[in-house]
């Protein structure tokens, strides 16, 4: 452990709340997790013992596939007994309790308890009603919450109403950079460091909380990311088309591929969508724009020096349920588009910022919108990140394809396991 990380587990019990925040692989649930069991020693009879996450699954995950690891507490795991699914475990001879907490309703689960240690995993996803009923059940002499989380938006409820009022509720706070985790190969963190850029450095490297306000792809350069078609590069896939559907908006599509070069990259071939604003207010039924799409689909992507290969898959909106069952009755299989905004988000700017996503001049919708896709300042305000949802339609497209087929691209773009 680094110097930071060892004084972190020391301080953290002069305060009834320890909140450790910062970069990715900054270490900061490994060291909270050894505070965690220093805690469980000392805890108080009187109340429960709880582990809350979003979901029993996420605690399995982040938690107890590491207090389970005798490569990472060594001797220690021979005190920990418990089964994936389980709603209790056993540690150093104490009952902890586990609870998901994924939804407004979540804190009906430990109203009326009695809780004399929580640790917390990933505290800003959790709802904001939850944590502040949990703050009303540490209520025995000692009681403690050691909670940890990525950084969000400066305006997240977590920083305003907890971290910046510290010493008023009675709070310590460790940030941390990825620096500050000594036991990382030199390497991993080089690569990291090189997959972001803007926003997401600042949050995925430095550990800061950073509102998101501007333009999304702040990196975005015609000079760096556009190509002609004409001069589009060997294809040796064509991975994903992916789909944003609309009835009075657009409905956008997006054919993606990964070139056949030494060092591969993503590209955006070709579009295709439709827009009843531009036909004069004329809106299509299901029917027709599944024949239009399927045409274009089944045209020519590739020019006169390049072909390109038939499609792997097909990511349609989630939402657009009579679109699919109408691709479906002609004879076209679809899968339900991979949305998770910021992911999909972060992913397409770690790309761009690394030169590994270019874009052909027939994706003219796209290039119409990728410089003017912007945050949402007013749910910024609120403590949340979101795109405003405003001819969006384009890279809503590129990013459900390029999210949902992440595990057929990463290992060729970055040399990461898939």
Request: net charge negative.
């Amino acid at each position: 452990m680094s110097r930071a990380q060892i004084l972190s587990i020391a301080d953290c019990s002069s305060k009834k709340i320890a909140i450790w925040s910062g970069a990715v692989s900054a270490g900061k649930t490994y060291v909270s997790l050894y505070a965690f069991l220093f805690a469980v020693l000392d805890a108080s009879t009187s109340g429960r013992i709880i582990i809350v996450g979003k979901t029993l699954e996420t605690i399995q995950t982040n938690i107890f596939t590491l207090l389970t690891d005798p490569a990472i507490f060594g001797e220690l795991t021979k005190f920990v007994t418990y089964t994936p699914g389980a709603k209790t475990a056993r540690i150093l001879g104490r009952t902890v309790h586990l609870y998901g907490a994924n939804n407004a309703e979540s804190e009906t689960k430990i109203r009326g308890m009695t809780v004399s240690l929580a640790y917390v995993d990933e505290a800003t996803i959790l709802p904001e009603g939850f944590w502040d009923m949990l703050m009303t059940r540490l209520r025995v002499k000692g009681a403690r919450c050691l909670a940890t989380t990525n950084p969000d938006s400066k305006n997240h409820w977590l920083r305003k109403k907890w971290i910046l009022q510290a010493t008023k509720k009675n709070v310590i706070h460790f940030s941390f950079t990825m620096d500050d985790n000594p036991s990382l190969e030199p390497d991993y963190v080089r690569d990291t460091k090189a997959q972001f850029e803007g926003l997401f450095y600042q949050r995925m490297i430095e550990g800061k909380w950073t509102n998101a306000e501007g333009a999304i792809y702040q990196m975005w350069s015609e000079d760096r990311h556009l190509i002609k078609h004409v001069d589009l590069p060997p294809i040796a896939r064509t991975l994903a088309v992916g789909m944003d559907y609309g009835t009075t908006n657009t409905t956008a599509a997006v054919l993606l591929g990964i070139t056949a070069e030494p060092k591969p990259r993503l590209v955006l071939i070709d579009e295709w969508g439709y827009t009843a604003a531009e036909h004069h207010g004329e809106t299509l039924p299901d029917v027709e724009l599944a024949r239009r799409f399927r045409e274009w689909l089944h045209t020519d992507h590739g020019n006169s020096q390049v072909s390109v290969p038939t499609h792997e898959f097909i990511f349609l909106d989630p939402s657009a349920a009579s679109m699919r069952a109408q691709l479906f009755s002609d004879g076209t299989t679809t899968w339900a588009a991979d949305n998770t905004v910021l992911d999909g988000i972060k992913n397409v700017a770690s790309l761009l910022a690394q030169d590994k996503l270019i874009v052909t001049d027939k994706c003219t919708g796209f290039l119409g919108e990728v410089t003017e896709y912007e945050w949402d300042s007013k749910a910024s305000e609120d403590g949340e990140d979101k795109p405003v949802k405003k001819d969006d339609h384009y890279c809503d497209a590129v990013r459900y394809a390029i999210q949902s087929c992440v595990g057929s691209w990463q290992y060729e773009i970055y040399g990461l396991a898939a």
